[in-house]
């Protein structure tokens, strides 16, 4: 079996991108009370799971963060003989700033952390860069790079586009993910789902 786990910070767009992809097949959103479980949905053969976001919960106090993220991580470390692919959804707009203001802590920003994780026990990780139809057109390629420099990737993003996918969940522009997803499912034998 085979499973795409989907997995970002809160407010990224994660559950509307969820939406858009798999519609009605994904239950996603907010969850009434407080969850921290993954959610799962079946999709064709494929297992597809939203993971809680990372973030700070009412309730749950300030620790929410290290707590999905110690979940995250024991959830994919246990099934990683089936967690074929990662899709790690950053606000693109807002991360090199938010990088930056965690550096500016010597503190490792969760976003950069899931990335470096996801590759080094060897899933094939996506980043879906969201929220781009709120970048200027000659913003949109500067923009890329810093995401890009901030993953510790060479700049110019254009190397990295079997990585990095620009989106917009809100204007159903998920173009280049779902490219990166046929290609990684076709590589599998699995191609009539995007
Ligand atoms: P989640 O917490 O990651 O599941 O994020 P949601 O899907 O609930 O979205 C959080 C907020 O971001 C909502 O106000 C959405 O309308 C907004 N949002 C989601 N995707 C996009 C996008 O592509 N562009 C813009 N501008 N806003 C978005």
């Known amino acids: 079996n085979l499973e795409i786990i989907f997995v970002g ?10 939406k858009e992809l798999f519609g009605a097949k994904v239950k996603v959103g907010k969850r009434p009370g407080v969850t921290l479980r993954p959610t799962h949905a079946h999709v064709s053969d494929l297992l597809i799971t939203d993971m809680p976001g990372f973030g700070f919960m009412s309730g749950v106090k ?12 024991h959830y994919i470390e246990d099934n990683a003989e089936r967690v ?17 203001r965690w550096d500016s802590r010597d503190q490792i920003p969760i976003d950069v952390e899931m990335f470096d994780f996801l590759r080094e026990i060897g899933i094939d990780t996506i980043v879906a860069a969201n929220k781009m139809d709120r970048v200027k057109e000659n913003e949109y390629d500067p ?21 990095i996918a620009p989106i917009s969940a809100k ?13 990684r499912l076709h590589e ?7």
């Open 188 to 194: 599998m034998k699995r191609d009539d789902l995007f």
């Open 143 to 163: 923009l890329l790079d810093e995401i890009a420099v901030r993953l510790g990737l060479e700049p110019p993003w254009q190397n990295w586009k079997h990585i």
């Open 171 to 183: 204007k159903g522009d998920l173009k280049a993910l779902k490219g990166l997803l046929r290609d």
């Open 62 to 73: 300030d620790r929410k963060q290290d707590i999905v993220k110690d979940k995250t991580v």
């Open 9 to 18: 910070r809160s407010n990224v767009g994660k559950s509307s991108l969820l």
């Open 84 to 100: 074929k692919i990662g899709v790690l959804v950053i606000d693109g707009p807002a991360l090199p700033e938010i990088v930056d």
